[in-house]
Nanobody
């Protein structure tokens, strides 16, 4: 069994930066993807960024050029560096584990508890 722990959220002014971390523990896993999703107030869940076990990455159009996802296999940690934050980035951010190549939230079988990011204008 795998557990995911998300951290790093907080309050930041528009234009600022935050780095979220997702630490994995438990059974080893291969051919996976770690995804960051977010749920803004009154909105549905949105896929933000993904990193596969082969190192390939994907980003939602809304965050391209501003967010960077990276992985540290030795530490089983995935980070999401968020720059040039906007008020519309305000949301609860979740990390999740799924089969390599997945982007649909329904395909992810392990979820972290979420961390709140608030961007003030």
């Amino acid at each position: 069994e795998v557990q995911l722990q998300a951290s790093g959220g907080g309050l930041v002014q528009a234009g600022g930066s935050l780095t979220l971390s997702c630490a994995a523990s438990g059974s080893p896993f291969t051919n996976y993807v770690i995804g960051w999703f977010r749920r803004a107030p009154g909105k549905g869940r949105e896929g933000v960024s993904f990193i596969n076990s082969d190192g390939s990455t994907r980003y939602a159009d809304s965050v391209k050029g501003r967010f960077t996802i990276s992985g540290d296999n030795a530490k089983k940690t995935v980070r999401l560096r968020m720059d040039s934050l906007k008020p519309e980035d305000t949301a609860v951010y979740y990390c999740a584990l799924g089969p390599s190549g997945s982007t649909w939230p329904e395909d992810f079988h392990e979820w972290g508890q979420g961390t709140l990011v608030t961007v003030s204008s």
